[in-house]
């Protein structure tokens, strides 16, 4: 069977400007390609204002069959200019005047591959060929949304064939059909149109071949086998038509979206993702739209976009009222017409954030604008004979490495760099670790380059190494700050060694040819001689631009081979560098890399030492600390936030809504992961707590809650081996002040990249200032040395003023070892069941994970039976061990309401002195947070009270390490209650195997 020819002239071969997002418009053209109507269409805006789409039938404009024309922007992976006439010629040859004409287009083999390439798409879709339409799309980037002569693209034929498969391939390119039958009875009467052209020309074709047939002579012969030829084209085009027309009648409008879910994304914005209809109804959906309104029959709408790109099923509403409902609904389109709307659960969604609870501002809010103004004051504040401090301090641009590389000829006549081989003891050296995918530039003796800083530096380096990490981040300056020292002449240990830093730095640069030396790498290297390598790591795009004979390129397995001959018990520090290679690059390679978009919980543990504060991170992202995703969504609104409070704050009053509960639930489950990933027991994990102080805000994609341990277990002393805090090999320790420089220069590069340029800066000022007032003899040169010192620590004031807006990880850490305010809500509090964890009245009296057991529902309250001597409890963090939630009242003068309670996880090792514990501090914050004027109970009056068990009119007292889930017997009408000892109850002396 042959197959169908597409046949088009150059002069009517249809042309595809842009749309904008506001709908596809028509083109109303006449006889030839250059005269063209357009309709001007709003184009799409990028900014927040509320958007509303038209309506399709107001889009389209009439006419006559003869000015009628298509016109459909061209498919995302075309070029912007590659928009050809094509040729329509026949799959099995042509002798018709079109393909003639089409013969004579362009003849350029670009323009010849782009036609093949149109027309193998329009024949593998009619054929229904997915594989060779898959090879067709990926081959070269061709416009598919191209239309043939019947005025249908590739994926109007796909969609009315009710090839689904197809349809979505093309879909997932960027197809769309023609807007031209977006009309109602368009399309219908367009294939009508066709197949009554076609039937006419086959019985036309049939008659001609008939009659020829009596004709004997060789000119008939060869004209019956031409029309030989054109009849099954046009009996094949006849059967495509019929199967079009059957789809289309086939066919009814669209299922539901289905999985429509609504999320806050902001304080103006809200996210909606669908997924496609579960039903196709004999038609490939080709586009959504979403509508919002205030009110709940969305009558009238706020606005309504759409959607044309179903690779991504999910749409951002904006210029949305703060604090206001609104309603959401998703519809999806085939070539029926819409289906019916699809409302998410909930169908509102109120455009919150968490900061809208208080006001607050985000942390980086007019952060670099003020540097920006402290380094001009700065700059025009600095002694007449100081270097020049540029305004701004840009990586090297492509003209500036291209003179970097005529530069480097200049090697060619010069001495070789001095590079170190052999490292003295107690020195301290500068080494370059350069590298371009699996090579690394080493000098011509396969040794890193490596320049000597100082050969016998006996100080602590730790202030050093800071200082010097925050001149990594701005090398451009690096011949100021040495200008500036030797202008003072200054004999200070810490100003000559941070000279001596800055040659090598200069060093290094001159040898290699290049300005940005990289990135430090967060530790330097010992051995046990006491010499200590700084390294520096960057990665080389172009390997061309390092131009020297001094040294070469070598493949970093060449290197490891190097490795694996050092078998010496005490390397020294030129072969621990070899040996860390791999290591530092990976560093250096995971160190760049942020997390994706969404919402984590991260967990904050340090342990200090003599000197210094190191925190724990994982070693494949060492630019954060150890963290699970709780969902895709980064914002926390005021809603769920809210909630946490009330959680923390003893101040439910109420059930949750279902966003809250599940809030609740997804951050419970995320800290269960993260706790077990991180080596805690149950024990352990009900005394973590999450912190409510505030959202981290990393950047605007990514948000983190954090974790932390007790107050007592927040940063370890200094006696703590490695291997007690570390969770495993794969996470490390990293300075704090370090860890923020890596995390910053990852999530606010801007920020960093400027702070640190003024801090280092100033530093430098400040020695410099140091040493002058010491040199300072007369009156006058005190005076001013002294002026010129207190300038530079206002400026630092400043500075640092900016800075500890940034540092979030030490108001954390300062939140969580607060002894007094006893920050962070207790996870023991968290993953008990919403609603939690104070309500009243008191007909609830406890709860287990399952269901919710109170007094009116039966006259035996009872915790869940032992079977075997366990009791039967449901696992909340763990699925290892048993735990369970409990609910205990308080008998005692707390200032609060008659009836309040406190719902607690524990496990069946949890104490009554730690449930006792858990209890007085939640009612304690209860008190506080209404301002209630009532007694606190301070820690060490916690063991003055004990959890009691209210049975038939009875009281029994628990001894302090007695655990209440390892009770065999069940419970008969009763309560928990946290009361005072001194009340004078008698005690039970209760066991494993005690009955209450």
């Known amino acids: 069977m042959k197959h169908l020819s597409v046949i088009l002239s150059k002069d009517k071969t249809k042309s595809l400007p842009n749309l904008g997002a506001w709908y596809e418009a028509l083109v109303m053209s006449q006889s030839s390609f250059t005269n063209v109507k357009k309709i001007n269409i709003m184009p799409e805006q990028e900014s927040g204002d509320v958007r509303k789409a038209h309506s399709m039938e107001s889009l389209v404009q009439t006419g006559s069959d003869v000015d009628k024309a298509s016109s459909i922007p061209p498919s995302p992976s075309v070029p912007s200019k590659l928009h050809r006439s094509w040729s329509g010629k026949k799959r099995n040859g042509s002798n018709s005047e079109m393909d003639s004409a089409g013969s004579k287009g ?66 997932s390119y960027g197809a769309r059909e023609n807007p031209r039958f977006l009309l109602r009875d368009t399309r219908g009467a367009r294939l009508n149109t066709l197949i009554n052209e076609a039937e006419t020309q086959v019985q036309d074709l049939t008659t001609k071949i008939l009659n020829a047939n009596t004709t004997n002579n060789n000119n008939a012969a060869i004209s019956n086998k031409d029309l030989e030829k054109q009849l099954k084209d046009w009996e094949w085009k006849h059967r495509l038509y019929k199967r079009m027309k059957t789809g289309f009648e086939h066919a009814r409008i669209p299922d539901r979206p289905a999985s429509v879910t609504l999320y806050t994304t902001s304080s103006s914005s809200l996210l909606v993702e669908f997924e496609e209809p579960t039903i196709s109804n004999g038609a ?28 991504d099923l999910s749409y951002r509403i904006h210029g949305l009222d703060k604090g206001t409902k609104y309603y959401v609904r998703v519809s999806a389109f085939n070539m029926k017409g819409f289906g019916p709307p699809q409302i998410p659960d909930p169908g509102f969604g109120v455009p919150s954030s968490w900061r809208d609870m208080d006001g607050s501002r985000p942390r980086a809010s007019g952060k670099l604008s003020k540097i920006d103004e402290l380094f001009q004051i700065v700059r025009d504040a600095r002694p007449t004979e100081a270097g020049e401090m540029k305004t701004t301090s840009p990586r090297a641009s492509p003209n500036q490495v291209r003179r970097t590389m005529r530069k480097s000829l200049k090697n060619f006549f010069q001495s070789a760099p001095k590079f170190q081989k052999n490292l003295k003891s107690r020195g301290v050296y500068l080494a370059s670790m350069l590298y371009s995918e699996d090579k690394i530039l080493v000098t011509t003796e396969d040794c890193l380059p490596v320049v000597e800083v100082d050969e016998n530096f006996a100080s602590n380096l730790h202030q050093e190494f800071l200082w010097f990490m925050k001149v990594a981040s701005t090398w451009e300056d690096i011949d100021t700050m040495r200008l500036d020292l030797e202008r003072s002449n200054a004999s200070s240990a810490s100003v000559v060694f941070r000279g001596q830093m800055l040659n090598a730095a200069a060093q290094l640069q001159s040898a290699l040819g290049i300005q940005d030396l990289g990135q430090l790498y967060y530790e330097p290297v010992r051995d046990q001689h006491g010499s200590t390598v700084i390294t ?149 994990a009900i005394t973590h707590r999450i912190c409510d102080l505030e959202v981290i805000e990393l950047n605007n994609e990514v948000c983190f809650i954090m974790l932390f341990p007790p107050t007592s277990s927040v940063c370890l002393g200094p006696g703590t081996a490695h291997s007690e805090w570390l969770a ?89 070892r607060d002894k007094q305010i006893k920050g962070g809500v207790p996870l023991s509090v968290l993953c008990a069941p919403p609603p939690s964890p104070v309500e009243s009245p008191t007909d609830a009296i406890f ?150």
């Open 106 to 171: 362009d003849k350029s083999k670009r323009s010849s591959k782009y036609i093949y390439d149109i027309h193998a798409l329009f024949e593998a879709v009619e054929h229904q060929d997915l594989e060779a339409a898959r090879c067709t799309l990926e081959g070269n980037g061709l416009d598919l949304n191209q239309v043939n002569e019947e005025e249908f693209t590739a994926l109007d034929i796909a969609v009315m064939s009710n090839n689904n498969a197809m349809a979505k391939l093309l879909l």
């Open 728 to 816: 495993s090999e794969d996470y490390i320790p990293i300075q704090v002040h370090l860890f923020e420089m890596i995390h910053m220069a990852t999530y606010h590069s801007d920020f960093i990249k400027r702070y640190t340029r003024l801090s280092s800066i100033l530093e430098m000022d400040a020695l410099i200032a140091q040493h002058m007032l010491r040199e300072a003899f007369s009156d006058e040169e005190v005076k001013e040395a002294k002026a010129r010192q207190d300038q530079i620590t206002d400026f630092q004031a400043q500075l640092d003023t900016t800075w500890k807006g940034m540092r979030w990880i030490m108001d954390v850490v300062q939140y969580a």
């Open 536 to 684: 520096i790591i960057n990665q080389v795009k172009d390997p061309r631009i390092i131009q020297t004979t001094s040294l070469k390129w070598s493949s970093i397995s060449r290197m490891q081979k190097r490795k694996s001959t050092i078998t010496t018990e005490a390397p020294s520090a030129a072969e621990m560098l070899v040996n860390s290679i791999q290591e530092k690059i990976l560093y250096h390679n995971n160190s760049q890399v942020p997390l994706s978009k969404g919402l984590y919980v991260g967990y904050l543990k340090l342990r200090s030492s003599v000197d210094t504060i190191r925190v724990q991170v994982p070693q494949k992202a060492p630019n954060v600390v150890p963290h699970i995703k709780i969902r895709n969504n980064p914002n926390v609104s005021k809603e769920e936030w809210e909630w946490i409070h009330s959680i923390d704050n003893c101040e439910v009053r109420e059930g949750p809504t279902k966003v809250q509960e599940q809030f609740q639930r997804s951050v419970a489950a995320a800290c269960k992961t993260l706790l077990k990933k991180m080596g805690v027991s149950d024990e352990e």
């Open 847 to 996: 709860i287990n994970n399952d269901r919710l057991i109170k007094e009116s529902d039966t006259s035996q309250l009872h915790l869940p039976l032992p079977v075997n001597g366990h009791s039967q409890l449901t696992s909340a963090l763990t699925g290892e061990q048993q735990s369970g939630v409990l609910r205990v009242f308080p008998a005692y003068n707390s200032g609060l309401a008659k009836g309040t309670s406190v719902k607690l996880q524990v496990t069946v090792k949890t104490s009554c002195q730690e449930i006792i514990n858990l209890v007085i501090q939640q009612l304690n914050k209860a008190v506080e947070s209404r301002h209630i004027d009532a007694p606190l109970y301070p820690e060490e009056q916690w063991q003055d009270f004990c959890l009691v068990a209210v049975i038939g009119g009875k009281e029994h007292a628990f001894p302090d390490n007695f655990c209440p889930l390892q009770l065999q017997n069940p419970w008969t009408q009763g309560h928990l209650y946290v009361q005072p000892k001194e009340t004078g109850l008698s005690l039970l002396t209760a066991g494993p195997s005690t009955a209450v």
């Open 284 to 311: 490939a959906v080709t586009r959504y739209k979403v509508e919002w309104s205030k009110s709940a029959d969305f009558c009238p709408l706020c606005g309504e976009h759409i959607l044309y790109d179903v690779r």
